[in-house]
């Protein structure tokens, strides 16, 4: 039983959803044959699916032909492979068998499935298979295997661990994870579950200085694992908060398929105790090697035959050697025989008796005599003397003090000579007795060009008097200190100051007095040098543009600032203030003027007294009568601060100008950009315009490129149905439509009144019905898209809240409006010629150029995917008489009545064409010839069961004959396949019409013989 293809869908055979499956699945399908020849074996390709190309890196190419040699498979891989296809033809059965497959993505495993179908012609057995990719079930599996194994690892490893006190780590380095045993959280106070099994864990309790060189050492670790080992002492923090120290090992053990370490397992061992030991005694041998090495004492250790095991550097340096130069070395070849005999009976009786002994002596080392207190104690070993420590004190000094003071007067004269003061030593007489280098110098003569003169002869003749007078006042026993002016030996002033002292005897009389003198020449030149700057500064401050003022800190019992003090203002400052000198010096800033606390200038100059940091600041003053800009700076000076200040209000009002003019240029900058670039984009949208094909592709265009030219709007796009006065939408953009999808043209306001309409709620204006429940604030355009007078649609806008359309952009909405309703109208246009240019005026079926151009196409497509093609052919019996007897417009209606029985009755897929006159031709795209003439014979029925009536009268029965014909083997080509179909329908002509009559390929077009209507 034939089943019914004559429906509004298009349907396909089994055969066809096979292929379809075969070509588009994902699984590689195909068929090969196994060669054989002497110990050659190999695979060949005979058919296969896309899929099989793909996985051999040739997609879209064919294999057919091509061996698994051919395709650089492993020659070990394709013999495994040779053995499973003959173990299929062997049992003549399905199998199916698992391999990893290297790409160049990595390995593939495949699970592959045989099944033996036949001998081919060449008596090579073939096969068809079916590859699926099981690729990921293979790592999962692989991923259960090793976390079982290293649970096993784990049961064994642990145990051992928890004896000698250690914790079992084990990093994946390729998923991050890491498994910490029980005893390494142990280790640091924490049971199991307190902490995470992660890397993160043990990088946040080791110490932050420890961590950096252990992920370098892990990191040198892994990469060169067989020459470079882990192994380290760091420390870590308890959870008590102690430090614990811990060696830390570890080993790769695994690595993944480019040979990258991917596992490493490692123990931590607790060596706290061993270490806190360690650190004390390197504590206490530090110390005493401190104590040795620095000791202003002379320490040595021998042993019984003298030699020396220990020295410490200043024992080596009082014997101008190295102490590594003396080990070894005994005393005895060091001193001379005379006191190695002493030496050796002073320790015969520390042997003795096993008590220290103390003993002076004076040695003679390298030609110096030297003075000692040395102590000697013995060192035992076993109750037994091993060797002796001997301390010895350098006491040199102490017996030298007795000469030294002997020699303190000839000192004392050394150093009145060395001196930079001057000493002046006059008799009772003022005659110079005495005169040291230094004073000879500062009056530029020798020692002796002064011995023997007066005071009086290196004095100026206006200041001998004076001098007389000074020295006659020290004849009464008192001393003084008085500035004097001297006479240089080159003729120029010597300023110094004299303190003197006078001399008497026993009984107490005057015997002289001794001076000493300092030369104050340079002071006395910088003082006049600061007399002249005081002036230059006093006239810096009175012609100074800028205002300068300085001030004292005035601080309270806590020593804070509370105020300061003026102490200058020059002119200039007077005059930016608006007061005079009297009114500001000695008064009280914050009296004077208060504002400078509001503004925050107070705290300021505090900040600049108590940092000592110099400060700039630009301030606005708007106190006291003054309204202007300044900018000052103010430095430290002594405990208070100066400030220099100007008035730059001008340059404040300019700059505000400024600044305004160039917000304008910037503005009108953007926008000049803003118009530029809306305009490329209309010229884009335009372009795209002319190249689209239907009004729909051309508003999913505009949409396209609505986003950018109105950033944060939605929108859409509706297209005015023929003859319906109904919208439907076609494009839209942005977050939400917030409008009905299809709506009357009476919904909208801009539609109705044939211009922009505009909705915002809180203004209170008119809202179109087609708007759902916008956003609070939103307001919406809508804009009519006319092109000829006539509305193609409407350009919908809504821009959300707190965002308002400018005029500029409002422009712009109006002109892409305007633009697509010229596109839309171009378009209908296109349209309505093309359906002009390839339908039949009066059937509205394609017409004969269309007929040719699609058989055609539709032959190419049959030849490609190896498909069915039909053609059937079919003409209105005794046409003419209908014409003849009810009128040409009768025969017309009868032509439209048949066309709009075929179009009902085929598929969509189905192409009905008018070839000419009352010749009809069907193409039947998929259908075999039985397939096609059945539909023939249905359509035949069909036509036969049709009642027509024309102007209220019956026009009788009408039939039609059909011709059928199929490709290939009708036809190879447009032109014979319809010859073909033309001569089976002359002769169901000639059969006597109202029938069906399939292509005969043996029947000459000569043996029919049609009668003429």
């Given at each position: 039983?034939v089943?019914?293809?004559l429906?509004?869908?298009?349907s ?6 096979l292929?379809i499956?075969?070509?588009?699945s994902p699984?590689?399908m195909g068929i090969?044959?196994?060669l054989q020849?002497?110990?050659y074996?190999d ?20 294999l057919?032909g ?6 650089s498979?492993?020659?070990c ?19 199916s ?5 290297r790409t160049?993505?990595g ?6 499935t ?5 001998l ?5 057995p ?8 099981i690729?990921?079930r293979?790592?999962a ?10 649970n096993r690892e784990?049961?064994?490893?642990e145990?051992?661990?928890?004896v ?5 780590w084990d990093w994946n ?8 045993s029980p005893?390494?959280?142990?280790m640091f ?13 043990w990088q ?6 420890d ?7 892990i990191?040198n670790h892994?990469n060169?694992?067989?020459t470079?080992?882990f ?12 430090t614990v120290?811990i060696?830390?090992s570890?080993?790769v053990?695994?690595?993944?398929e ?17 270490k ?12 005493l090697e ?14 019984m035959e ?5 020295v ?6 009082a014997l101008n050697q190295?102490p ?7 005393f005895?070849d ?7 005999r ?8 520390v ?6 002994l ?7 080392i390298?030609?110096v005599?030297k003075?000692f207190?040395t102590?000697?104690f013995?060192v035992?070993e076993n109750?037994?003397v ?6 010895s004190e350098d006491i ?11 020699d303190?007067e ?5 150093i ?10 006059l ?8 005169v040291?280098?230094?004073m000879?110098?500062?009056l530029?003569?020798?020692?002796s060009?002064?011995?023997g ?17 000074q ?11 008085n ?6 030996k080159d ?8 303190s ?10 005057y015997?002289g007095?001794?001076g000493?003198l300092?030369?104050i ?6 003082q ?7 002036l230059?500064?006093?006239?810096v401050?009175n012609s ?5 003022m ?6 309270d019992?806590?020593?804070e ?15 930016m203030?608006?007061k ?9 800033l ?13 705290d300021?100059?505090?900040?600049v007294?108590?940092?000592?940091e ?5 301030f606005y003053?708007n106190?006291?009568?003054l309204n202007?800009w300044?900018?000052n ?12 200040f100007?008035?730059?209000t001008?340059?404040?009002?300019y700059q505000a ?7 304008e240029l910037q503005?009108?900058?953007q ?9 490329q984009?209309l010229s884009?949208i335009s372009d795209?315009?002319q190249?689209?094909l239907t ?8 949409a396209?490129?609505?986003t950018?030219?109105?950033?944060d709007?939605?929108?859409g796009?509706?297209q ?21 999808l299809e709506?009357?043209h009476q919904?909208c306001?801009?539609?109705r009144?044939?211009r922009?309409?505009r ?5 209170g204006?008119?809202?179109?019905s087609?708007?759902?429940s ?8 809508c804009?009519?898209?006319v092109a000829q007078?006539e509305?193609l649609?409407?350009f919908?806008l ?9 005029s500029s952009k409002?422009?712009?909405?109006q002109?892409?409006?305007e633009q697509?309703?010229?596109?839309i ?10 359906q ?6 009066l059937?509205g079926l394609y017409?004969?150029r269309?007929?040719?151009d699609?058989?055609e ?8 995917n190896?498909?069915a093609?039909s053609?059937v052919m ?7 008489n209908?014409?003849?007897t009810?009128?040409?417009d ?11 029985c075929?179009?009902?009755h085929?598929r ?8 000419g ?9 998929g259908?075999?010839?039985e ?8 359509l035949r029925?069909e ?6 009536y ?6 009788g029965?009408?039939?039609?004959s059909?011709?059928?014909a199929?490709?290939?083997?009708d036809?190879?080509?447009p032109l ?5 179909a ?9 059969r006597g ?5 399939l292509?005969n390929?043996?029947?000459?077009p000569?043996?029919?013989k049609p009668?003429v209507?």
């Open positions: 039983m089943p019914s293809l429906s509004d869908g298009c396909y055979p089994p055969s066809k959803l292929e499956f075969y070509t588009n699984m590689m090969v044959e196994l020849e002497d110990d074996a695979i060949r390709f005979l058919s296969h699916n896309s899929a099989t190309a793909s996985f051999f890196n040739l997609p879209g190419e064919s057919e091509k061996t698994l040699s051919e395709l498979l492993d020659s891989v394709i013999e495994d492979i040779v053995g499973y296809y003959q173990q299929c033809k062997d049992n003549q059965d399905c199998i068998f698992e391999y990893e497959q160049d993505f390995c593939k495993w495949l699970l592959v045989l099944n033996y179908l036949w081919g012609d060449q008596d090579n073939e096969f068809s298979y079916l590859i699926r990719d690729t990921e293979k790592k599996e692989i991923k259960r295997l090793e976390a079982e194994r290293r784990l049961q064994l490893i145990p051992i661990f928890e000698i006190l250690a914790g079992y380095l390729q998923d991050n994870t890491e498994y910490l005893g390494f959280k142990k106070g924490y049971e199991d579950d307190e902490l995470e099994n992660h890397p993160d864990t946040d309790l080791i110490l932050p200085e961590l950096p060189g252990t992920l370098e050492a990191h892994l060169s694992p067989a470079v080992p192994y380290r002492e760091v420390r870590y923090r308890h959870k008590t908060g102690a120290w060696i830390c570890g080993q053990i695994e690595w993944d480019l040979g990258n370490p991917s596992r490493i397992i490692g123990c931590h061992i607790d060596i706290t105790n061993q806190e030991a360690e650190l004390s005694l390197r504590q206490i041998n530090q110390e401190t104590f040795l090495e620095n000791a202003p004492v002379l320490i040595s250790r021998f042993d003298g030699r020396y095991l220990r410490n550097p200043t024992f080596a340096q190295k590594l130069e003396l080990l070894g070395q005994s005895y060091l001193l001379p025989d005379s006191v190695i002493i030496f050796k009976q002073r320790l015969q009786r042997t003795e008796t096993l008590e220290p103390q003993v002076e002596d004076e040695l003679c390298n030609g005599t003075n207190q102590i000697l013995p035992l109750q037994a091993a060797g002796f420590w001997g301390i040199t000094e102490q017996k030298q003090k007795a000469l030294a003071l002997q303190s000839q000192r004392y004269r050394t009145i000579e060395t001196t930079l003061e001057g000493v002046w030593l008799n009772a007489e003022e005659i110079t007795e005495f040291n280098d230094r000879a110098q500062m530029g003569y020798t020692s060009e002064m011995i003169k007066p005071l009086t002869a290196f004095v100026a003749g206006d200041k001998k008097e004076s001098i007389r007078q020295i006659r006042n020290r004849r009464k026993g008192t001393g003084a200190q500035i004097y002016r001297f006479c240089h003729n120029f002033d010597v300023w110094v100051i004299v003197t002292t006078p001399l008497q005897d026993s009984q107490g009389n015997q007095c001794i000493l300092t030369d020449t340079n002071m006395i030149q910088i006049d040098a600061l007399r002249l700057s005081k230059q500064l006093s006239s401050l100074s543009l800028d205002g300068i300085a001030f004292a800190s005035i601080r019992a806590k020593g600032i509370v105020d300061f003090e003026y102490l200058i203002a020059n002119p200039a400052s007077c005059e203030t608006g005079t000198v009297e009114e500001l010096v000695g008064k009280r914050l009296e004077v003027m208060p504002g400078h606390q509001e503004d925050g200038l107070f300021y100059y505090v900040q007294v108590e940092s000592g110099p400060g700039t600041r630009e003053y106190h006291e009568g202007s300044f900018e700076i103010a430095v430290k000076l002594g405990d208070g601060f100066a400030v220099t100007r008035d730059i001008p340059i404040k009002n100008t400024l600044e305004t003019t160039n917000q503005k009108r900058l926008d000049l950009r803003e118009r530029h670039s809306e305009m984009t884009q795209f315009l190249a689209c009004v729909k592709e051309a508003c999913q265009v505009v396209t490129f609505m950018s030219l109105f950033a709007c939605s929108g796009i509706f005015m149905k023929d003859s319906s006065h109904r919208l439907e939408n076609l494009a839209q953009w942005g977050e939400g439509l917030y409008s009905k709506f009357s919904d306001w801009g539609l009144r044939g922009l309409h909705m915002a709620e809180h203004h204006e008119l809202r179109c087609h708007l759902s916008i956003p609070e604030g939103a307001t919406t355009y804009l009519p898209m007078g509305t649609g409407l919908y809504m821009v959300p809240p707190n965002l308002e359309l400018s409002r422009q712009l909405a002109t892409v409006a697509l309703g010229l596109a109208a171009n378009l209908n246009l296109r349209q309505t010629l093309r002009q240019s390839i339908r039949d005026g059937t017409n004969r269309h007929f040719e699609t058989l196409q539709e032959i190419e497509r049959a030849k490609s190896q498909t093609l053609l079919l003409d209105v019996d005794h046409f003419k209908f014409n003849d009810y009128g040409h009768a025969g017309d209606h009868v032509l439209q009545s048949i066309s709009q075929l179009k009902k085929l969509v897929c189905d192409i009905v064409c008018r070839y006159g009352e010749e009809l031709v069907v193409i039947l795209p259908r075999d010839l397939t096609a003439r059945t539909i023939a014979e249905r029925h036509i036969v069961q049709l009642s027509l024309y102007e209220n009268q019956l026009l029965q009408v039939s039609a059909f011709g059928v199929n490709f290939p083997e036809g190879d080509s014979t396949l319809f010859q073909a033309d001569r089976a329908l002359y002769q169901a002509k000639a019409r109202n029938q069906v009559v292509a390929p043996g029947f000459p000569e043996a029919v009668d209507e």
